[in-house]
């Protein structure tokens, strides 16, 4: 466990970086229309690769159990305008009966 | 009604904090799900307050477990990228200097800067950023905290679906900003490439690789002339 104190920390201070160049940068370079829009899709593109992977990977395979089941109900309650935290507890709920009355994976 | 913006811009800025601050809690218990300690989680919500970033971190490691370390540094650096651009919009709004600097830095995320851009005034800018960001620093990690004690209690990630919780978190992430078919094509994309690339690469390296490549297809396809459809959609 110790271990992850490094990516708690080293982390941290990646993140930290970008927060702080931005305040370093003179504001008449800054203004690069293309480049502030390509961080934007850069970070829609992760969001969803980390989606995906949280939803179907298992190890090094790509499996459907009970977190797809999950995710399309989280889907169409985000859909609806859920508050986060009620859709997060949902997606949740849906898994662990799933798999506790179901006995899927 | 005659607006009233000072006190607008406040309960605005500590409504948002709460609404946000709440779901802490979520991350708070992935997090301690992962195999993070509380103080580790704690920690994050400290130093780290960026909640995708926070997110990525709990997911890799959750994933990857230790071979998760460096491939959960990267996925949070490239997730905090976007806080670079509103710190470039914020110095200008803010003008702090020295140690006021790092603590704006510390307090730059979506909110804070989404508030101070929404305001119609200089003075109210500078006011939506600072309790915006205090509200949301304070809840955050007030409700980190409690979602982490709650994890630690509640054992095993898989009995109570918080694998489940957790895929749904970074849905609910990337929801609001599907708002445009080239966005849409991106995360598709991103997806796909990710998933096919989950067998073959070492674990929580698809992401970092999947994401740039997807976006990198989308900005080439964009310029051929049956891609013009994509270029819509470039203030989305």
Redesign the interface.
């Known amino acids: 466990?110790p271990?992850?104190?490094?990516?708690?920390?080293?982390?941290?201070?990646?993140?930290?970086?970008?927060?702080?160049?931005?305040?370093l940068?003179p504001?008449r370079i800054?203004?690069h229309r293309e480049?502030?829009?390509?961080?934007?899709?850069?970070?829609?593109?992760?969001?969803?690769?980390?989606?995906?992977?949280?939803?179907?990977?298992s190890?090094?395979?790509?499996i459907l159990d009970?977190?797809l089941a999950?995710?399309l109900v989280?889907?169409l309650m985000?859909w609806r305008k859920v508050?986060?935290?009620v859709?997060?507890?949902v997606?949740?709920?849906?898994?662990?009966?799933?798999?506790?009355f179901l006995g899927w994976a | 009604m005659p607006k009233t913006p000072r006190s607008s811009v406040v309960s605005t800025s500590v409504g948002v904090g709460l609404a946000v601050g709440l779901y802490g809690t979520s991350f708070g218990a992935l997090a301690v799900a992962a195999g993070l300690s509380i103080a580790q989680t704690q920690v994050l919500s400290l130093l780290m307050f960026s909640g995708g970033s926070q997110f990525a971190v709990a997911g890799v490691i959750a994933a990857s477990g230790p071979a998760g370390i460096v491939p959960a540094i990267l996925s949070a650096w490239l997730l905090g990228i976007r806080n670079g651009f509103y710190a470039l919009r914020l110095n200008g709004v803010l003008g702090v200097t020295g140690i006021l600097k790092l603590v704006a830095s510390q307090l730059t995320i979506d909110e804070s800067n989404a508030v101070s851009a929404s305001q119609e005034n200089a003075q109210d800018s500078k006011r939506g950023f600072w309790i915006t960001g205090i509200a949301v620093f304070v809840f955050w990690n007030l409700f980190t905290f409690i979602g982490a004690f709650l994890g630690a209690k509640a054992g095993k990630p898989e009995v109570w679906g918080l694998d489940a919780a957790a895929a749904a978190a970074f849905l609910g992430l990337v929801w609001p900003r599907l708002k445009s078919l080239q966005s849409n094509v991106i995360a598709l994309l991103a997806a796909v490439f990710t998933l096919a690339l989950v067998p073959v690469l070492p674990s929580g390296i698809p992401v970092i690789v999947g994401a740039p490549i997807a976006v990198g297809l989308v900005y080439i396809a964009k310029n051929m002339p049956w891609g013009a459809r994509l270029k819509e959609a470039d203030n989305a």
Request: aromatic share 12%; charged share 10%; glycine share 6%.
């Open positions: 466990m271990s992850y104190w490094i990516a708690v920390l080293v982390g941290s201070l990646a993140v930290f970086s970008w927060k702080f160049l931005g305040y940068i504001a800054a203004n480049v502030v829009i390509l961080a934007g899709k850069l970070t829609v593109a992760l969001l969803a690769a980390l989606t995906a992977v949280e939803t179907f990977a190890k090094h395979a790509v009970s977190r999950a995710v989280a889907a985000f508050p986060f935290i859709v997060v507890a997606a949740a709920l849906v898994a662990g009966l799933l798999r506790h």
